[in-house]
């Protein structure tokens, strides 16, 4: 089975400040990894994702991720928070073993706030 | 490249009554999935289709919720008779035809229909 978990429900950040999302997830298999993002009354709109290859994946908006496979984590990390950066942040996972589905599950989400 | 469309954007609706929530998926778009969002929840998949035929539909509440995608292209998710639990917004997605590689494929994700049942 595969799941995500995402163990923070809100995080501040100050505008201009680095900001980190915390994303763990539990495979039987080698993972595909995804974020994504949700602006109040929105879909989810893609970020980036990690199939394979260099451990850091940049992706859209500045934001980029570090696969850890020995800590089973996928953060979300940007340089410099800015306030439209404010948004709901999710992580997603799908799991590559024999058996595995192509359906990601989503964690519960991180809710991004950034302070000017 | 025209989005993931969905309606009606917003329902409210008294518990016992029917609801029915329509997706067109991206064209070309093989697979179509309904999530449903709770607040403060992520989405859970209700039902997967590639084409006109359904791949998963393990989590949808069978005795009351169902859904079709006759032809392969739009779909229709339909609730009769609501509950209480079932306010949320319910998302469309859509993706390139599953299979191979293809578990890397995103997900394209419509607006979402927010229902709430009174």
């Known amino acids: 089975a595969q799941s995500v978990a995402q163990p923070e429900d809100q995080v501040n950040v100050a505008e201009g400040n680095p900001l980190t999302v915390k994303c763990t997830y539990s495979v039987s298999g080698n993972p595909y990894l995804f974020w994504y993002v949700q602006y109040p009354n929105r879909g989810l709109q893609f970020l980036l994702k990690?199939?394979?290859?260099?451990?850091l994946v940049k992706g859209s908006y500045g934001f980029e991720a570090e696969f850890n496979k020995s800590q089973t984590s996928f953060h979300l990390k940007k340089p410099s928070a800015l306030v439209s950066d404010s948004a709901l942040y999710f992580c997603?996972?799908?799991?590559?073993?024999?058996?595995?589905?192509?359906?990601?599950?989503f964690g519960r989400g991180t809710s991004l706030i950034v302070h000017p | 490249e025209a989005g993931v469309a969905q309606s009606p954007r917003y329902k409210i609706i008294e518990k016992r009554q029917s609801v029915a929530f329509w997706c067109n998926p991206i064209?070309?778009?093989?697979?179509l999935y309904w999530y449903q969002q709770i607040l403060g929840q992520g989405p859970k998949l209700l039902i997967q289709f590639q084409n006109n035929g359904v791949v998963d539909d393990s989590q949808l509440p069978k005795d009351r919720f169902s859904a079709e995608r006759l032809k392969g292209v739009d779909s229709t998710l339909k609730i009769q008779p609501a509950k209480l639990e079932d306010s949320a917004v319910y998302l469309c997605?859509?993706?390139?035809?599953?299979?191979?590689?293809?578990?890397?494929?995103?997900?394209?994700f419509g607006a979402g229909s927010r229902l709430t049942v009174l």
């Open positions: 997605a859509s993706s390139p035809k599953q299979g191979g590689s293809s578990g890397a494929n995103v997900l394209t």
């Open positions: 997603a996972v799908r799991d590559l073993s024999s058996g595995g589905s192509y359906i990601p599950t």
């Open positions: 990690y199939i394979t290859g260099d451990n």
């Open positions: 064209s070309g778009h093989a697979t």
